[in-house]
């Protein structure tokens, strides 16, 4: 009998191990790590707005099309992208996109498809996307985040959060094992041009400090459509951006 105790102790102390195991840390000690990683709660609550730019090329049947990319953000959540596109070789010229959400609203200037409003998926996305990083104050914003698991990232190990804001789409982030740097977000989008739902992957490497804080200047954007890659080239925090970036032209 004494020894049957002894076994189902063990038992029940190798089961406590296997938990802790593969479930060492909460949703939480992970995103304080991750804010650590790129550069701490101090130095990320400094920066109130970042201009960053690069180059673009987009995989398509036909071939590959380069061009150029800004991205401006300010705190708490406007954000503008602008890309243009060389596609001469198709006989299309310039193709621009110029996306703009002023905080409430958003507008898309596109000489592709069409200027249109922002609405949809699209829209409750930029709300809630916070800068300079939706998990820096999360809770604020009524988001909710999961601890999913730990799961393989290529050949690496990663955290899978699963951030649920208040409204909108949830979206699934891997953060590395090890550097606890972002390396992945997943997020299924209702595209009303398409007509129906697209499963965007953004891909984050090569992070680089900027004023205290890691920025990734490799970017890729894949969806079943196509792919997107991004290589920043210059990055430039706090600087003045006027507010009419960020709205429908007049």
């Keep these: 009998m004494r020894r049957c105790t002894l076994v189902m102790a063990m038992v029940a102390a190798v089961t406590v191990c296997r938990a802790e195991i593969a479930y060492p840390q909460t949703a939480d000690d992970v995103v304080a790590k991750y804010l650590a990683a790129i550069g701490g709660r101090t130095a990320l609550a400094k920066v109130t707005s970042r201009v960053t730019m690069g180059t673009i090329s987009a995989s398509t049947p036909g071939g590959e099309l380069t061009g150029s990319i800004e991205v401006y953000n300010k705190t708490p959540n ?74 393989k990232d290529g050949d690496r190990d ?48 090569d992070y680089r400090a900027v004023d205290d804080v890691k920025v990734a200047y490799q970017v890729k954007s894949v969806n079943q459509f196509q792919t997107l890659s991004i290589t920043v080239t210059k990055v430039e925090q706090n600087t003045a951006i006027d507010e009419k970036m960020f709205s429908k032209p007049e």
């Excluded at 958003?106 to 829209?123: F, H, K, V």
């Excluded at 590395?176 to 499963?199: C, F, H, R, S, W």
Aim: no cysteine; net charge neutral.
């Design 158 to 205: 990663a955290y899978v959060l699963r951030l649920t804001p208040k409204t909108g789409p949830s979206a699934r982030m891997f953060l590395d094992a090890e550097t606890y740097l972002l390396t992945k977000t997943i997020i299924t989008v209702n595209v009303p041009q398409i007509g129906g739902n697209v499963e965007q992957t953004v891909l984050m490497s």
């Design 78 to 151: 406007k954000s503008r992208t602008l890309v243009k596109i060389d596609a001469s070789q198709f006989g299309l010229g310039q193709i621009v996109q110029d996306q703009r959400f002023d905080g409430t609203t958003g507008y898309a200037i596109d000489s592709l498809n069409g200027n249109r409003e922002i609405t949809g998926d699209q829209l409750e996305i930029a709300r809630s996307t916070t800068f300079p990083s939706p998990l820096l104050n999360y809770k604020d914003a009524g988001a909710t985040l999961e601890l999913v698991g730990r799961e």
